[in-house]
């Protein structure tokens, strides 16, 4: 069966970068797109970016272009989120989530809390 | 930022019928992409529960059933049940962002 597994819990103090990763098993990884989704404690979901795991290629939301990056390393089947210039506000848990083609998220991984603190 | 617009709460007896709406705008919604719903259960991921507007995937019981119409969508729980208490979540694609873009989110309560 699909499964996602991410990372552990991170603490980090401002200004710094995180790295989340999300390890994926069960279907083939270049197949698909991953996406990168944070929730704040009592806020919605957001979306971040997304890569896809085949050829590459990223998009970021605009709202996070030049402080995130998302990569992927095919061979361990696994992607990369990392957030950098971190502050107060970034303190959620992350979530990577698989799509194909219609941008619905059928698989997620179990979530990574980041807690940016001094 | 343009977001999709959900009741922060609703709530029914077990047994009852409860809908949640999602307000959108001719950039998501209103432009014809699809709406999906995720069910997160309290300290959990999100789960897929509708996608397409109105499809269940395959475990999803069918006392959830989705629908659409213009710029809202709805999410139906019939026969409420006490696992169903949790955030829902509607999620769509938005022209002007350039990407996915989700709801305030639900909290379904069962009283």
């Known amino acids: 069966q699909v499964q996602l597994v991410q990372s552990g819990a991170e603490m980090k103090k401002p200004g710094a970068s995180v790295r989340v990763s999300c390890k994926a098993s069960g279907y083939s990884f270049t197949n698909y797109a991953m996406h990168w989704v944070r929730q704040a404690p009592g806020q919605r979901l957001e979306w971040m970016g997304w890569?896809?795991?085949?050829?590459?290629?990223?998009k970021y939301s605009e709202k996070f272009q030049g402080r995130v990056t998302i990569t992927r390393d095919t061979s361990a089947s696994t992607a990369y989120m990392e957030l950098s210039s971190l502050r107060s506000e970034d303190t959620a848990v992350y979530y990577c989530?698989?799509?194909?083609?219609?941008?619905?998220?059928?698989?997620w991984g179990q979530g990574t809390l980041v807690t940016v603190s001094s | 930022q343009s977001v999709l617009t959900q009741p922060p709460s609703v709530s029914g007896a077990p047994g009852q019928r409860v809908t949640i709406s999602c307000t959108g705008s001719?950039?998501?919604?209103?432009?014809?992409?699809?709406v999906h719903w995720y069910q997160q259960l309290p300290g959990t991921a999100p789960k897929l529960l509708i996608y397409g507007n109105n499809n269940r995937p395959s475990g999803v019981p069918d006392r959830f059933s989705g629908s659409k119409s213009g710029t809202s969508a709805s999410l139906a729980i019939t026969g409420l049940q006490a696992e169903d208490e949790a955030d829902y979540h509607c999620q769509s694609y938005d022209s002007s962002l350039s990407g996915p873009v989700f709801g305030t989110g639900t909290k379904v309560t069962v009283l």
């Open positions: 001719s950039s998501n919604i209103g432009a014809g992409y699809d």
């Open positions: 989530a698989r799509s194909a083609t219609s941008m619905k998220f059928d698989n």
């Open positions: 890569i896809n795991a085949g050829n590459g290629n990223t």
